[in-house]
């Protein structure tokens, strides 16, 4: 029996998978579709994460879609009302009829003369093998393992008496509650549960290697409550969403230009919400300079109200060793703990582990280059979706679904079969994917695909050049290679001939 059969499979029912769903039946009404997603659920991320206090640290008008205006009170949501809003999305535009569920996709195969994807999934807890077949593959899968997180191999781990919790593991029987809990870590998720685990536990110390940037900031926007009661909420969401892209712009750049000054700025905020009795030169001053590294938000404060009422602390040391009551500090002290969580950052992986071959050459994806961010030179019919370091994950996604459907219109136009980014230019040199400095990117960087010096094989991290690049620019180019469907002649000798 042959193997179904679409025009586009997407790869992911999260955020971006449900997005891709949306700009292709609306700008591409004549293709069809199928979403492949690993697990039983809609929302991705927003569904697999279940730690105490989960919230994005972006901005809903911009980590939101587009096309669907965030209409909650809150700016700064939390991970329930996140993924309500994903499957909502997808419910009321038809998207999640169709999704094939339980369907983890583990290979791709690329046929130049049939013009043709052939996936191979693994569907069920049996893991049946079965295959589709489609005319262009996007992946949305996002760029961490979902089966686990990232711990290190601390000494002594197996020592501890208590349970020891990635965020990434976290169910609902984890009882903290009157318990000393140690959090390792000192980024957005550990800034997240300290604050939350706070009010329940007896005491909860967060263990940091080195500091990280941390902004306060309200979770509800004043200009944005403004705008909603003058204007319909679609045009309130659109300048809404423009303000906060064009001021993250800004200080992004402010950052880049002047570190030292807007160090000062961030430090001084935390010393202004912890009182100058706190050493905030130890625990709050990186060794780094502003955005060489994600900075993590507070939204209204919450960590440093925590700090300064004594329900949590922060520690900076190194772990020397797990002991049975909790850890061992380089510095000869110990932490008491009853529960410890490790959250210690993701396990990152290229396109969600995807093995890919075209014309039965094996694709090694760190050997390719990045084409606008969201193809890969000598790989045909194929692109992925990804958002930035600097700005909300979904900016970008929006964009880059545009582009794949502009594509997909202009091939469609010109009778075209097959695209693929060729990068011949021997005057572009090349770079690492992401120039974050964090740990999590730097374990995984050798894997990735290779960024360009120069447009279109480079990544700006900055959303208007994007806009401009993805939504406006000409699609055909020389870095595109476009193939002709082959015309087909009469049947003669019981054989088709090409033209």
Request: aromatic share 12%; net charge positive.
């Given at each position: 029996?042959?193997?179904?059969?679409?025009?586009?499979?997407?790869?992911?029912?999260?955020?971006?998978?449900?997005?891709?769903?949306?700009?292709?039946?609306?700008?591409?009404?004549?293709?069809?579709?199928?979403?492949?997603?690993?697990?039983?659920?809609?929302?991705?991320?927003?569904?697999?994460?279940?730690?105490?206090?989960?919230?994005?640290?972006?901005?809903?008008?911009?980590?939101?879609?587009?096309?669907?205006?965030?209409?909650?009170?809150?700016?700064?949501?939390?991970?329930?009302?996140?993924?309500?809003?994903?499957?909502?999305?997808?419910?009321?535009?038809?998207?999640?009829?169709?999704?094939?569920?339980?369907?983890?996709?583990?290979?791709?195969?690329?046929?130049?003369?049939?013009?043709?994807?052939?996936?191979?999934?693994?569907?069920?807890?049996?893991?049946?093998?079965?295959?589709?077949?489609?005319?262009?593959?996007?992946?949305?899968?996002?760029?961490?393992?979902?089966?686990?997180?990232?711990?290190?191999?601390?000494?002594?781990?197996?020592?501890?008496?208590?349970?020891?919790?990635?965020?990434?593991?976290?169910?609902?029987?984890?009882?903290?509650?009157?318990?000393?809990?140690?959090?390792?870590?000192?980024?957005?998720?550990a800034v997240t549960l300290v604050p939350e685990m706070?009010?329940?536990?007896?005491?909860?110390?967060?263990?940091?290697?080195?500091?990280?940037?941390?902004?306060?900031?309200?979770?509800?926007?004043?200009?944005?409550?403004?705008?909603?009661?003058?204007?319909?909420?679609?045009?309130?969401?659109?300048?809404?969403?423009?303000?906060?892209?064009?001021?993250?712009?800004?200080?992004?750049?402010?950052?880049?230009?002047?570190?030292?000054?807007?160090?000062?700025?961030?430090?001084?905020?935390?010393?202004?919400?912890?009182?100058?009795?706190?050493?905030?030169?130890?625990?709050?001053?990186?060794?780094?300079?502003?955005?060489?590294?994600?900075?993590?938000?507070?939204?209204?404060?919450?960590?440093?109200?925590?700090?300064?009422?004594?329900?949590?602390?922060?520690?900076?040391?190194?772990?020397?060793?797990?002991?049975?009551?909790?850890?061992?500090?380089?510095?000869?002290?110990?932490?008491?703990?009853?529960?410890?969580?490790?959250?210690?950052?993701?396990?990152?992986?290229?396109?969600?582990?995807?093995?890919?071959?075209?014309?039965?050459?094996?694709?090694?994806?760190?050997?390719?280059?990045?084409?606008?961010?969201?193809?890969?030179s000598g790989v045909p019919n194929f692109a992925s979706?990804?958002?930035?370091?600097?700005?909300?994950?979904?900016?970008?996604?929006?964009?880059?679904?545009?582009?794949?459907?502009?594509?997909?219109?202009?091939?469609?136009?010109?009778?075209?079969?097959?695209?693929?980014?060729?990068?011949?230019?021997?005057?572009?040199?090349?770079?690492?994917?992401?120039?974050?400095?964090?740990?999590?990117?730097?374990?995984?960087?050798?894997?990735?695909?290779?960024?360009?010096?120069?447009?279109?094989?480079?990544?700006?991290?900055?959303?208007?050049?994007?806009?401009?690049?993805?939504?406006?620019?000409?699609?055909?180019?020389?870095?595109?290679?476009?193939?002709?469907?082959?015309?087909?002649?009469?049947?003669?000798?019981?054989?088709?001939?090409?033209?």
């Amino acid at each position: 029996m042959a193997a179904p059969h679409f025009d586009v499979l997407i790869v992911g029912a999260g955020l971006s998978g449900i997005g891709a769903g949306y700009h292709l039946q609306t700008k591409c009404p004549d293709r069809s579709y199928a979403i492949l997603e690993s697990r039983d659920a809609i929302g991705g991320t927003w569904d697999l994460f279940r730690y105490p206090g989960i919230r994005s640290d972006s901005d809903m008008f911009t980590l939101g879609y587009s096309f669907r205006p965030w209409t909650e009170a809150k700016s700064i949501a939390d991970g329930a009302s996140i993924l309500n809003y994903v499957r909502d999305t997808a419910r009321s535009n038809g998207i999640d009829k169709h999704i094939r569920f339980n369907h983890s996709v583990k290979r791709a195969s690329w046929s130049s003369s049939d013009a043709m994807w052939t996936v191979e999934v693994e569907r069920g807890p049996e893991k049946t093998v079965e295959r589709l077949t489609c005319g262009f593959l996007f992946m949305c899968s996002g760029y961490y393992k979902y089966d686990k997180g990232y711990t290190p191999d601390f000494p002594g781990i197996e020592n501890f008496a208590g349970p020891v919790i990635h965020p990434q593991k976290w169910t609902d029987d984890i009882d903290y509650a009157g318990k000393k809990v140690v959090v390792i870590g000192s980024g957005a998720t550990a800034v997240t549960l300290v604050p939350e685990m706070a009010k329940t536990a007896s005491h909860v110390t967060m263990l940091q290697r080195s500091p990280t940037y941390m902004v306060a900031r309200p979770d509800v926007d004043a200009t944005a409550d403004k705008l909603r009661a003058r204007f319909p909420a679609k045009l309130a969401y659109a300048l809404t969403r423009w303000k906060n892209v064009l001021w993250g712009t800004y200080f992004y750049r402010l950052c880049k230009r002047k570190p030292e000054h807007v160090k000062n700025l961030i430090i001084g905020g935390v010393r202004h919400a912890l009182g100058p009795d706190y050493d905030v030169g130890t625990h709050f001053t990186p060794r780094y300079n502003p955005w060489d590294q994600r900075m993590c938000l507070v939204p209204n404060g919450d960590f440093f109200k925590s700090i300064k009422s004594g329900a949590s602390s922060v520690v900076t040391d190194q772990i020397e060793t797990f002991t049975g009551n909790g850890i061992k500090l380089r510095s000869g002290n110990e932490l008491d703990a009853d529960v410890i969580v490790t959250a210690t950052g993701l396990d990152l992986q290229v396109l969600g582990g995807l093995e890919m071959t075209v014309d039965g050459a094996r694709i090694d994806f760190a050997k390719t280059m990045n084409y606008k961010g969201l193809m890969y030179s000598g790989v045909p019919n194929f692109a992925s979706a990804s958002g930035y370091t600097n700005a909300s994950w979904t900016l970008k996604c929006d964009l880059t679904c545009e582009y794949v459907c502009r594509l997909l219109n202009t091939m469609k136009a010109n009778d075209y079969a097959q695209v693929t980014p060729r990068q011949n230019d021997p005057t572009i040199t090349e770079a690492p994917w992401l120039d974050l400095k964090s740990g999590y990117v730097q374990r995984a960087m050798d894997k990735f695909p290779r960024q360009g010096s120069r447009k279109p094989w480079r990544l700006y991290q900055n959303y208007v050049l994007d806009l401009l690049n993805l939504r406006f620019s000409p699609i055909k180019g020389r870095e595109l290679e476009f193939v002709r469907k082959p015309k087909r002649q009469p049947v003669r000798d019981g054989a088709l001939n090409p033209a």
